[in-house]
Structures are given as C-alpha cells and as structure tokens.
C-alpha cells in the first residue's frame, strides 16, 4: 500500500525555518518525481515544489523561491521542505504528493499524504 | 489570484449533471493535454480524478468525464449523488516560470 506521511510542521515565527519531511512507503520511491502543494485554512491548492527522479532538478512556485528549497534522499524514501525567512501568508497544510507515472504530463498527482500544518504567528 | 479560473461553486440535484470549468491561457491548459481534476472533501486529502484531460485512473466512477476546448477544460459529473458533494480543484502544467498551476476550487453543492 503506497503511503506518504508528512511531518515537522508546527507553530514558527515570522521569519523562522522549518524543514518538513516526508517518509515514503509501498512503492519504489526513487522512480517518482514528487511535490509540495500547500493550503491555507479555508482556501485553495497551491503547487509549491517538484523535484524529478534522481533530485537534479527542481521547481518552485515564485511565491516561495528563493526561501524554500526541495529535497530528497532516495537511500532513505524521503521527501524534504526547507523552508526559510516565513512570512504569515505561508501558514498552511503542507501536503506531499506523487507524481503518476502512467500519466503523459507532470501535472497528475496520484498518491497524497494526509498533510502536516504549518502556523507562522506571533 | 489563482493561476486558472474555475467559478467558485455550482449545485445541482441527485442525478442530474453538472459541469465545472477550469479556464487558463496558451502557456498551460490551452497548450497541453495535461490538465488534472481532485476533489477534495473536508479535512481530507485531494484524490486525483482525472489526468491528462480525459483519463480516469483506476478505481474513478465512469461518472467523472473531463474534456478540454482551447484555453478551457471541463468536468462533468453525470448521475449526481450526495457522496459527489465536495471541493473540486484542476491543475495544469505550465510552460512559465513554475511547472504546475491549480485552480481557485470550485465547491459543487448537491441539492
């Protein structure tokens, strides 16, 4: 059974770090591209990062580049979020996903975990 | 502002058909046919329901249908049910700066 479980979010300061993870399980990780997509309470999906296969190559949404920074360690399953100088509007669950592999474009997203929630405030 | 515009709800009764649509530009849901559709439950995680425009993973209803016309995709869901009662996000890859961009969510309503 393929499974995704996010952890390290919490309460952070205003232009704190936090590092989230992602521990992968049921599938063999190192032949995905995974993601980040983020929610703020109440509102919608937004894409935050991707990284291919082997972690050559990643991208981010502009709201976070520069600040945030993806990451994987395929020895271990896993799936990483730095995320540094954290502005209130960041506030979120952060959710990891896959993406599917029968499909054309990078753009479908299969397998999700349940979400960790990250709270930048005073 | 969200990247592609979906209407922020729609309703409909236990067995009809609603169709919810998802509008980009050229650089993303116009020039690929790589538009997903998630729906979302409350305090759940999204569940891809369709990819690539019109596929159905395995396991989807054959209720759930999606399409595409120029710069606008759409979702149908046929035979209303209650159960059908959720959030509904598309996505698609972008040829800008960024790789994938969501829709706003549109909150489908069964009477």
């Known amino acids: 059974e393929v499974q995704l479980v996010e952890s390290g979010g919490g309460l952070i300061q205003p232009g704190g770090s936090l590092r989230l993870s992602c521990a992968a399980s049921g599938f063999t990780f190192r032949s995905y591209e995974m993601n980040w997509v983020r929610q703020a309470p109440g509102k919608g999906l937004e894409w935050v990062s991707g990284i291919t296969k082997s972690g050559d190559t990643k991208y981010y949404a502009d709201s976070v580049k520069g600040r945030f920074t993806i990451s994987r360690d395929n020895a271990k399953n896993s799936l990483y979020l730095q995320m540094s100088s954290l502005r209130a509007e960041d506030t979120a669950v952060y959710y990891c996903?896959?993406?599917?592999?029968?499909?054309?474009?990078?753009?479908?997203?299969?397998?999700w975990g349940q979400g960790t929630l990250v709270t930048v405030s005073t | 502002q969200s990247a592609l515009t979906q209407p922020a709800s729609v309703s409909g009764s236990p067995g009809q058909s609603i169709t919810i649509s998802c509008t980009g530009t050229s650089s993303d849901v116009g020039g690929y046919n790589y538009v997903s559709w998630y729906q979302q439950h409350p305090g759940k995680a999204p569940k891809l329901i369709i990819y690539d425009v019109t596929n159905r993973p395995s396991g989807v209803s054959n209720r759930f249908s999606g399409s595409k016309s120029g710069n606008t995709a759409s979702l149908t869901i046929s035979g209303l049910q209650s159960e059908d009662e959720a959030a509904y996000y598309c996505n698609s890859y972008t040829s800008s700066t960024t790789l994938v961009v969501f829709g706003g969510g549109t909150k489908l309503t069964v009477l």
């Open positions: 996903a896959r993406d599917m592999m029968a499909a054309d474009g990078p753009a479908a997203f299969d397998y």
